[in-house]
């Protein structure tokens, strides 16, 4: 395994290129404040942990093991955050049964937790009871009441996402990975730490970072963070990526075809998946990176309510897996796992299954930004495989 950072690199190279998503900090001292008792505290996770996930991964580039990547869409703070990864953890467990007996290979248990604080935006505001204020962009910037005053961001809110990623990993540890969107690079500098061999840096924040669909711009801030550290990393890969601009992803974050080191997490849309999937396949491998192929049905398939919620259906999400698997076997690819978004509760979040209708949603709605699959509707997408 090749671990040392491209030449020049450090963790604040990424301040060199254009960056999207971040929160405009109002106050640069308190921004200064927090960033310094971050670099000072202790890692998440350790080197040798990331390391040890890198290898597993490169387990499942070679088809000897399946990965099940789930969690919430925006974690909740505190207690409440670590009673939620809990309720994960146990059904990560049975989906991961399941998926282990009907593939015949062992699962990789990989949480979307203890980090996940952070959301990239379409729109920087909304209107919500008639008022405009700007969006919620997770807890980790600011909160998601709908006053201007809570929308605030507030660097010392990632002190805080700090310190609950922390009791969720005391709680968890020996469980599971933990993966996040390294979105908030303000928070993720700090967390960078030099690792055990020359010029090698690691990503104390977590296990597992991906780069999200609105930020893998191959020239920009997000690649050229994560193209340094040495933890596996992955990308979201949308339906408006180009196979050319994913060959050359591929050639920033994993430039000597080390197998564990990349994951593409496809999140194309079960209208998209069977015209994009089969150029980006055949692009990714000509190239040769031997990447692990995760598929995200949520992403591409999230509707809106004639009143105006968000919600996926779970038609939809198993319409993407088997497409997915369908175009990758037929390649002679490994689809290498899913990336879901799931409560671990009983909420009513995505239409399917237990939930019958949108006149259902109302329920248990209870997610901070997207519809996540409740137990019942997730367990149903194990028959899907095997
Ligand atoms: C997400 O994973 O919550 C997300 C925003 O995904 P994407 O970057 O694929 O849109
Ligand atoms: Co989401």
Avoid at 13 to 30: F, M
Avoid at 165 to 171: F, H, Q
Avoid at 361 to 373: A, G, I, W
Wanted: hydrophobic residues 40%; charged residues 25%.
């Amino acid at each position: 395994m090749k671990l040392q950072a491209p030449a020049k690199w450090h963790p604040a190279s990424w301040r060199r290129r254009p960056v999207a998503q971040q929160p405009d900090w109002p106050d640069p001292c308190q921004l200064s404040r927090a960033r310094a008792v971050l670099a000072a505290a202790a890692p998440l996770v350790t080197a040798a942990e990331a390391r040890g996930l890198r290898r597993t991964l490169a387990l499942v580039a070679d088809r000897r093991a399946f990965v099940v990547q789930a969690g919430d869409c925006a974690e909740p703070f505190g207690g409440e955050a670590v009673r939620a990864a809990r309720a994960k953890s146990l059904i990560l467990a049975r989906l991961s049964d399941q998926f282990g007996a009907r593939l015949g290979v062992p699962v990789v248990v990989v949480g979307r937790l203890a980090g996940q604080f952070a959301k990239p935006r379409t729109a920087l505001s909304e209107v919500i009871d008639g008022r405009l204020v700007p969006t919620f962009r997770g807890l980790a910037v600011n909160a998601p009441e709908p006053l201007v005053s809570a929308r605030r961001p507030d660097p010392g809110r990632m002190l805080r996402a700090y310190g609950t990623a922390r009791a969720v990993l005391a709680e968890l540890r020996s469980a599971l990975w933990t993966s996040h969107e390294a979105l908030l690079l303000d928070y993720e500098e700090a967390l960078v730490r030099s690792g055990p061999g020359a010029g090698e840096w690691y990503l104390s924040s977590t296990h597992f970072p991906w780069i999200g669909d609105r930020t893998r711009q191959v020239d920009g801030a997000h690649v050229a963070f994560l193209s340094g550290v040495t933890n596996p990393v992955a990308c979201k890969i949308g339906p408006d990526a180009e196979p050319e601009s994913v060959v050359d992803l591929c050639a920033r974050l994993d430039p000597h075809r080390s197998p564990g080191r990349l994951t593409l997490i496809c999140r194309l849309g079960v209208n998209a998946v069977r015209h994009r999937l089969p150029e980006l396949v055949e692009a990714v491998r000509e190239a040769g990176h031997p990447v692990v192929w995760l598929c995200d049905p949520m992403h591409g398939n999230t509707r809106r309510t004639q009143h105006g919620v968000k919600t996926r259906w779970l038609s939809d999400i198993a319409g993407e897996i088997t497409a997915c698997r369908e175009i990758l076997t037929e390649r002679g690819e490994w689809l290498g796992g899913l990336h879901l978004e799931l409560a671990g509760d009983d909420v009513t979040e995505c239409v399917g299954g237990d939930v019958t209708g949108e006149e259902d949603l109302s329920r248990r709605y209870t997610s901070l930004c997207d519809p996540r699959l409740n137990n019942k509707q997730a367990m149903s997408l194990t028959t899907l495989l095997g």
